[in-house]
């Protein structure tokens, strides 16, 4: 499985950024997938994820509220829309698949099998 994230800039705090992940070389429907980002100096932290259909999600604390997952299994492509931005959420995000499917939605990097290379967000004050 090959997930490559793209999407990321530089934007001001207040906008948006909506990053996508697209999957290829196996059966996207189903992997549950997640988000994960890592700041400088910072361990890598969980962001959101969403099962394998889509009818379930779960959010850090952190984001909730401000950020959105999303998938089109159609389209092997999951998608993180992040409104409001804040300074405080510049990092590398990098989406990653959980397969086979766990029965629940991971929030650690261990609970996940394929990583893609990560896209830079930078958010200016």
């Known amino acids: 499985v090959q997930l490559q994230a793209s999407g990321g800039g530089l934007v001001q705090a207040g906008g948006s950024l909506r990053l996508s992940c697209v999957a290829s070389?196996?059966?996207?429907?189903?992997?549950?997938m997640g988000w994960f980002r890592q700041a400088p100096g910072k361990e890598r932290e969980f962001v959101a994820a969403?099962?394998?259909?889509?009818?379930?999600?779960y959010y850090a604390g952190s984001v909730k509220g401000r950020f959105t997952i999303s998938r089109d299994n159609a389209k092997n492509t999951v998608y993180l829309q992040m409104n409001s931005l804040k300074p405080e959420d510049t990092a590398v995000y990098y989406c990653?698949?959980?397969?086979?499917?766990?029965?629940?939605?991971?929030?650690?990097?261990?609970?996940?099998?394929?990583w893609g290379q990560g896209t830079q967000v930078t958010v200016s004050s």
């Open positions: 969403i099962s394998w259909s889509g009818s379930s999600t």
């Open positions: 070389g196996g059966t996207f429907s189903n992997y549950h």
């Open positions: 990653a698949a959980d397969s086979p499917p766990r029965v629940w939605l991971g929030t650690t990097s261990s609970e996940y099998d394929y």
